[in-house]
């Protein structure tokens, strides 16, 4: 959500393409040594894609949902947002071993930002993501989420998810929409633009952009009251020729939010290792990063949650090798 020139316009569009991952950042895995995240054991989870319209704007919103197996009471929730020219297939490594843990996912499909802006001429890519980084869309992803929500919890799956124990997360642009549902606004002719969803009780944002080009995070962000966690890297930066976003910007979107949060830095690294990549951000840390990315996330949902702190206050010393940075505040 953007009031800028086209030309600024243009660069924070393409920052935002987190799947670009141009010049991935090199990584030192330090004490750790080279191995894959533990495997997910897929007789614990079964997977349901649904392919959602939404009638009252004409859009079509696909969703994919890993549902935990043999659960005892309903689950808990991840309400998840991809990057820009991301899927509702992508994340996996989140979403389904969050359902082997007892967390249900449900990854949500934005058809106006989604892999579709990587096929056709390659002349008009650019066209394509500034397209696909409007205020409209902005808005319109947000929608999805809440529409995705309804259809959820009104449907034949809905005793299998807990109503009252939802989380939002995102990664890069999905990071600001799910941040958007926990209640960053922005004015516009002088009135807030708020869409805040009442059901959440917190959220994640991994690697969030500046927002769409606001130049005082902390007025966008202060109406997020709920607790939230970020995840970022000192090697989460996105450069494009004329513009660059550096790491701080995820730190700034930290320290803007007024509720009570956490924020994790891993050393090195790139803005796509939290992406289903595994590659980009170095061979060592890469799955590392996700191991600990994963462990995180639960244990920042057992915290808000259910008020299990103990995970969370052990997690960055189990991982203080790979960390840069650990902080919280008004937790």
């Not at 001429?121 to 902005?138: C, F, H, K, T, Y």
């Not at 805040?196 to 959220?203: E, I, N, S, V």
Request: charged content about 20%; overall charge neutral; glycine content about 10%.
């Amino acid at each position: 959500m953007s009031s800028c020139s086209d030309p600024v316009r243009r660069r924070l569009t393409l920052a935002l393409a987190a799947g670009l991952a141009l010049g991935p950042a090199a990584a030192r895995a330090r004490d750790i040594e080279p191995s894959l995240p533990p495997p997910v054991d897929e007789r614990l989870f079964q997977v349901r894609e649904f392919d959602w319209q939404d009638a009252s704007r004409a859009r079509a919103v696909p969703v994919r949902l890993y549902l935990p197996v043999e659960a005892s009471a309903p689950a808990p929730l991840l309400l998840f947002s991809h990057g820009m020219g991301g899927s509702r297939r992508g994340y996996r490594y989140l979403g389904s071993w969050l359902a082997t843990r007892g967390v249900a996912a449900l990854h949500v499909q934005h058809v106006g930002s989604d892999r579709e802006l990587w096929f056709g001429s390659p002349w008009r890519l650019v066209e394509r993501l500034q397209g696909a980084a409007r205020e409209d869309e902005a808005r319109a992803r947000v929608l999805d989420m809440r529409f995705a929500l309804d259809q959820l919890l009104a449907g034949d799956l809905a005793a299998r998810v807990d109503p009252t124990r939802i989380v939002a997360c995102g990664h890069s642009y999905g990071a600001n929409t799910a941040l958007l549902l926990a209640g960053a606004r922005v004015l516009r002719e002088g009135q807030p633009l708020a869409l805040q969803d009442p059901r959440l009780r917190a959220a994640i944002a991994i690697s969030a952009p500046p927002f769409y080009g606001e130049p005082d995070p902390g007025a966008v962000l202060a109406g997020v009251q709920l607790p939230t966690l970020h995840i970022t890297a000192t090697g989460d930066v996105i450069p494009i020729p004329g513009y660059q976003s550096p790491a701080s910007d995820r730190v700034a979107v930290f320290r803007g939010v007024a509720g009570p949060a956490w924020l994790a830095m891993f050393e090195g690294g790139s803005h796509s290792i939290f992406t289903d990549r595994s590659g980009t951000g170095g061979l060592a840390l890469n799955p590392q990063v996700k191991a600990a990315t994963r462990e995180l996330v639960r244990a920042f949902l057992a915290q808000v949650l259910d008020g299990h702190q103990e995970e969370l206050a052990q997690w960055p010393v189990q991982w203080a090798p790979l960390l840069a940075q650990w902080q919280q505040r008004g937790a």
